[in-house]
Protein backbone atom coordinates (compact mmCIF):
# COMPACT_ATOMS: atom_id res chain seq x y z
CA UNK A 1 0.00 0.00 0.00
CA UNK A 2 2.97 2.48 1.22
CA UNK A 3 4.41 1.74 -2.35
CA UNK A 4 1.05 2.53 -4.12
CA UNK A 5 0.59 5.87 -2.38
CA UNK A 6 4.35 7.01 -3.25
CA UNK A 7 3.76 6.54 -7.10
CA UNK A 8 0.05 7.87 -6.84
CA UNK A 9 1.93 11.03 -4.91
CA UNK A 10 4.93 11.00 -7.20
CA UNK A 11 2.88 11.37 -10.44
CA UNK A 12 1.31 14.74 -9.31
CA UNK A 13 4.59 16.47 -7.81
CA UNK A 14 7.29 19.13 -8.82
CA UNK A 15 9.79 19.40 -6.63
CA UNK A 16 12.18 22.68 -7.53
CA UNK A 17 15.45 21.51 -8.09
CA UNK A 18 17.50 24.62 -8.20
CA UNK A 19 17.20 28.30 -8.50
CA UNK A 20 19.41 30.40 -10.65
CA UNK A 21 19.94 33.88 -11.67
CA UNK A 22 19.91 34.96 -15.49
CA UNK A 23 22.33 37.01 -17.30
CA UNK A 24 20.03 39.65 -17.18
CA UNK A 25 19.60 39.64 -12.67
CA UNK A 26 15.81 37.03 -13.09
CA UNK A 27 15.51 34.44 -11.52
CA UNK A 28 15.21 30.89 -13.38
CA UNK A 29 13.68 28.26 -11.39
CA UNK A 30 14.15 24.49 -12.90
CA UNK A 31 11.92 22.26 -12.48
CA UNK A 32 12.26 18.47 -11.86
CA UNK A 33 9.19 16.45 -13.18
CA UNK A 34 9.20 12.72 -11.17
CA UNK A 35 6.45 10.62 -12.88
CA UNK A 36 5.60 7.12 -12.09
CA UNK A 37 3.38 6.56 -15.19
CA UNK A 38 5.98 4.14 -16.13
CA UNK A 39 3.99 1.70 -13.48
CA UNK A 40 0.47 1.63 -15.05
CA UNK A 41 -1.07 -0.62 -16.85
CA UNK A 42 -1.64 -0.44 -20.20
CA UNK A 43 -5.42 -0.53 -21.84
CA UNK A 44 -4.88 -3.87 -23.16
CA UNK A 45 -3.98 -5.60 -20.26
CA UNK A 46 -6.82 -3.86 -18.49
CA UNK A 47 -9.34 -5.20 -21.06
CA UNK A 48 -7.76 -8.88 -20.96
CA UNK A 49 -8.19 -8.98 -17.06
CA UNK A 50 -11.76 -6.90 -16.81
CA UNK A 51 -13.03 -9.91 -19.25
CA UNK A 52 -11.48 -12.64 -17.63
CA UNK A 53 -13.31 -11.50 -14.29
CA UNK A 54 -16.11 -10.94 -16.05
CA UNK A 55 -15.81 -14.38 -17.34
CA UNK A 56 -15.25 -16.28 -14.29
CA UNK A 57 -18.45 -15.18 -12.71
CA UNK A 58 -20.45 -18.39 -12.14
CA UNK A 59 -23.49 -16.96 -13.65
CA UNK A 60 -22.01 -15.85 -16.90
CA UNK A 61 -21.73 -17.52 -20.02
CA UNK A 62 -18.09 -16.99 -21.04
CA UNK A 63 -18.87 -17.15 -24.52
CA UNK A 64 -21.04 -13.43 -24.63
CA UNK A 65 -18.65 -11.82 -22.62
CA UNK A 66 -16.83 -9.01 -24.99
CA UNK A 67 -15.32 -5.64 -24.03
CA UNK A 68 -18.70 -3.43 -24.93
CA UNK A 69 -21.46 -6.63 -22.98
CA UNK A 70 -23.89 -4.62 -20.85
CA UNK A 71 -23.85 -7.03 -17.55
CA UNK A 72 -28.08 -6.75 -17.16
CA UNK A 73 -29.06 -6.41 -20.70
CA UNK A 74 -26.86 -8.53 -22.39
CA UNK A 75 -25.70 -11.17 -19.55
CA UNK A 76 -29.00 -11.25 -17.56
CA UNK A 77 -27.46 -10.14 -14.71
CA UNK A 78 -29.54 -8.18 -11.53
CA UNK A 79 -27.92 -5.54 -9.66
CA UNK A 80 -26.57 -7.79 -6.60
CA UNK A 81 -24.85 -9.75 -9.76
CA UNK A 82 -23.33 -6.12 -10.77
CA UNK A 83 -22.16 -5.20 -7.30
CA UNK A 84 -20.26 -8.89 -7.16
CA UNK A 85 -18.41 -8.19 -10.28
CA UNK A 86 -17.58 -4.74 -9.57
CA UNK A 87 -16.14 -6.23 -5.74
CA UNK A 88 -14.27 -8.68 -8.12
CA UNK A 89 -13.01 -6.39 -10.16
CA UNK A 90 -11.50 -4.21 -6.72
CA UNK A 91 -9.75 -7.46 -5.60
CA UNK A 92 -8.24 -7.99 -8.86
CA UNK A 93 -7.07 -4.14 -9.94
CA UNK A 94 -5.99 -3.58 -6.05
CA UNK A 95 -8.74 -0.34 -5.69
CA UNK A 96 -11.28 0.71 -3.94
CA UNK A 97 -14.33 2.00 -6.15
CA UNK A 98 -16.54 3.97 -4.25
CA UNK A 99 -20.56 3.99 -3.78
CA UNK A 100 -21.01 6.72 -6.51
CA UNK A 101 -18.45 5.48 -8.88
CA UNK A 102 -19.44 1.79 -8.70
CA UNK A 103 -23.30 2.63 -9.29
CA UNK A 104 -22.28 3.37 -12.89
CA UNK A 105 -20.24 0.34 -13.53
CA UNK A 106 -23.26 -1.55 -15.65
CA UNK A 107 -20.96 -2.85 -18.52
CA UNK A 108 -17.51 -3.92 -19.21
CA UNK A 109 -17.09 -0.75 -21.49
CA UNK A 110 -17.52 1.04 -18.03
CA UNK A 111 -15.47 -1.01 -15.74
CA UNK A 112 -12.41 -0.69 -18.46
CA UNK A 113 -12.65 2.58 -18.51
CA UNK A 114 -13.13 3.43 -15.00
CA UNK A 115 -10.33 1.29 -14.24
CA UNK A 116 -7.79 2.19 -16.96
CA UNK A 117 -8.54 5.90 -15.98
CA UNK A 118 -7.64 5.03 -12.16
CA UNK A 119 -4.15 6.41 -10.57
CA UNK A 120 -4.34 3.79 -7.95
CA UNK A 121 -5.21 0.69 -10.31
CA UNK A 122 -2.19 -1.98 -10.40
Not at 5 to 16: D, W
Not at 51 to 68: G, N, Q
Amino acid sequence: MASALRSAILRHIRVPATQALAANGSRLTAVRLMSSHDDHITKDEVINRVLDVVKCFPKVDPSKVTPEVHFEKDLGLDSLDTVEIVMALEEEFKLEIPDKEAVRIESCEHAIEYIYSHPMSS
